[in-house]
């Protein structure tokens, strides 16, 4: 046990910081008693100048003086209030977090869009109790043949990104059901962010409208990553490329729009950073190239099929490595006629 006389320490715990103490303070008691081994560690911060009791000191000492007992028990009783009091912040903080996973849950779509001609599957995982991943399907009202396909994602992690995805979702839902396309849509959501000033969260997002009669998509893209659209006859793959900046970076926004044709067959990929960005073991990302092969590889059959092998692919390449990103993937098949 060591009685701090001058300087100050810090006490961490697994690298976390939970105490500093200055002048006076006590440390060591628990081990000295229970003879267990330390939980936490004490690390200089200033020159310090220390006291050192071994056991048979402690002891007589104790005998000697009652009154250093009676101040021992009370600094380790002041110790097991403070960490008791922060174990229920803690599981109250744990259980607004579920709850709040809930929530963005449920802001997520409950399921795929039913569209004669078109198969859509999606996945979402978060990297921590809730995230800044979003992604969502709108029919637009007036016109069945249309829907709107968006995913994005927040700058930052944790609840503040949780918030900001749950407000530009709604933002975007909104102006995908007032009929705007992707470019107008992205644009107004710029405008949006751009007034409150005090959000320091920028989002990516790329936006896209499937015209369900003709095939064609028309997209515009804000700083995301360009899907990957697979081509059944050649079994080459392209990118949606469109040219765009994050939501919330620049005061004006101007989209540059985009569109192709799906063929019968044809395959697209929508997928956030935290794909490419997987690491594994070593360091390394997955990149561009590891989810390109994952697509160009599988003979898939369906966009289940799709979507499966990529969130395998990707565990593979981590494997077990716990990631810092949310990831979310949306793939998009045209049919092949007759199905």
Same mark, same amino acid.
């Given at each position: ?5 001058? $300087? ?18 006590? /440390? $060591? ?37 009652? !009154?250093? @007992? ?14 008791? !009091? ?24 409950? $399921? =795929? ?9 999606? %996945? ?6 809730? %995230? ?29 990104? @949780? ?13 995908? /059901?007032? $009929? ?79 569109? =192709? ?16 960005? @997987?690491?594994?073991? @070593? %360091? ?15 003979? =898939? ?18 494997? %077990? ?19």
């Amino acid at each position: 046990m060591f009685v701090l006389v001058r $300087g100050e320490l810090s006490v961490t715990v697994q690298g976390k910081p939970i105490d500093y103490l200055l002048p006076g303070s006590v /440390l $060591g008691e628990m081990a000295m008693l229970d003879a267990r081994t330390r939980s936490a560690t004490a690390v200089a911060v200033t020159d310090v100048e220390l006291v050192r009791f071994d056991q048979p000191r402690f002891l007589d000492l104790i005998r000697q003086r009652p !009154e250093f @007992a009676a101040h021992i028990m009370n600094i380790m009783s002041s110790r097991t209030r403070r960490l008791m !009091e922060e174990e229920v912040k803690r599981q109250r903080m744990e259980e607004e977090l579920v709850i709040g996973r809930r929530i963005q849950l449920s802001l997520l779509p409950r $399921g =795929c869009p039913q569209v004669p001609g078109y198969a859509f599957a999606a %996945g979402y995982r978060a990297a921590h109790e809730v %995230g800044g991943d979003l992604y969502d399907f709108i029919v637009q009202p007036d016109n069945h043949a249309q829907i709107h396909l968006i995913i994005g994602d927040v700058t930052g992690k944790g609840v503040p990104a @949780a918030l900001y995805m749950a407000v530009s979702r709604t933002l975007l839902r909104t102006y995908a /059901l007032e $009929g705007y396309g992707p470019g107008e849509a992205l644009r107004r959501v710029n405008d949006f962010i751009r007034q409150d000033a005090a959000s320091p969260l920028l989002l990516s997002a790329f936006y896209t409208v499937l015209d369900a009669d003709s095939g064609r998509l028309t997209y515009a893209n804000a700083g995301h990553n360009a899907p990957l659209l697979l081509r059944a006859a050649t079994g080459e793959l392209e990118f949606l490329e469109s040219r765009g900046l994050l939501l919330g970076a620049f005061p004006t926004f101007t989209p540059h729009e985009q569109s =192709c044709a799906l063929e019968p067959g044809d395959f697209v990929v929508f997928f956030t950073d935290g794909i490419t960005e @997987a690491r594994n073991a @070593a %360091g390394g990302f997955m990149d561009d190239e590891g989810l390109e092969a994952i697509v160009r590889s599988r003979a =898939c059959a369906s966009a289940e099929e799709l979507l499966t092998a990529i969130v395998t692919g990707v565990d593979t390449f981590a494997a %077990g490595v716990s990631q810092a990103d949310d990831f979310t993937v949306v793939v998009l098949h045209r049919l092949p006629a007759g199905e």
